[in-house]
């Protein structure tokens, strides 16, 4: 079965612009969870769901980032107006009982 | 909040010897410590969890070992072999494992 997928796998950004990162966690699954990895540095909380529903986002470092999980399933994380202190890994997990599956991450670079 | 601290940073052990990392946590309330393995390109992989009512919990060459009156576990791999080369990661969490907290993560060399 396939595992948590993550698109795009890289991306870099001009200071200013907008992005989007996208997760396709496991089938079925219905917790998902978004962290923000600095380099040489442990994942980092940034947000929660439970199906379609938000119930925590208190690691969201600023109000420039958004996540959404419409439909209970794909999740995506936007960055309006991205800085360079922006640029990371962001890691998408889906959880099944007490298990965080990982995707691969986007590792976001902004020029 | 919770506050995992890891150490060391970094560790280089010889192929066929042991390897120990070690974790602390600040919250008596956590009560779920897992252990992931995470390669270059790729996600964290969790390779040994353990709750705060066992002691200890072994899977062939892993084992974890937990002591919850002075809050820190530890991740013990024996007889280690080049592939166990990777960036190491522990975790807390507490109640709901909604709030996973990480340490700063331990990159392990094997050396053949």
């Known amino acids: 079965g396939a595992g948590v997928s993550q698109s795009p796998r890289y991306k870099v950004a001009k200071r200013g612009q907008d992005v989007a990162l996208r997760c396709d966690p496991i089938?079925?699954?219905?917790?998902l969870f978004w962290y923000q990895q600095a380099l040489g540095q442990g994942p980092e909380f940034l947000t929660y769901?439970?199906?379609?529903?938000?119930?925590?986002k208190s690691g969201l470092p600023s109000d420039r980032f958004f996540a959404e999980r419409p439909e209970g399933s794909v999740s995506t994380l936007k960055i309006q107006r991205t800085q360079q202190e922006d640029s990371a890994v962001y890691l998408c997990?889906?959880?099944?009982?007490?298990?965080?599956?990982f995707g691969p991450g986007t590792r976001l670079t902004v020029l | 909040g919770e506050n995992v601290e890891q150490h060391p940073s970094t560790l280089s052990v010889q192929e066929g010897d042991s390897a120990v990392i070690k974790c602390t946590y600040s919250?008596?309330?956590?009560?779920?410590f897992p252990w992931y393995k995470q390669e270059l390109g790729k996600g964290p992989q969790l390779i040994i969890d353990?709750?705060?009512?066992?002691g200890e919990k072994k899977d062939q060459r892993i084992a974890v070992t937990l002591n919850k009156t002075a809050k820190h576990f530890s991740l013990h791999i024996t007889e280690t072999q080049p592939e166990d080369s990777a960036v190491y990661f522990c975790?807390?969490?507490?109640?709901?494992?909604?709030?996973?907290?990480f340490g700063a993560g331990t990159r392990l060399t094997v050396k053949p």
């Open positions: 997990a889906s959880r099944s009982r007490d298990e965080q599956f």
């Open positions: 089938s079925g699954h219905v917790s």
């Open positions: 769901f439970q199906n379609e529903a938000q119930l925590d």
């Open positions: 919250d008596s309330a956590s009560n779920y």
């Open positions: 353990i709750r705060s009512n066992v």
């Open positions: 975790a807390a969490s507490m109640g709901n494992n909604n709030d996973m907290r």
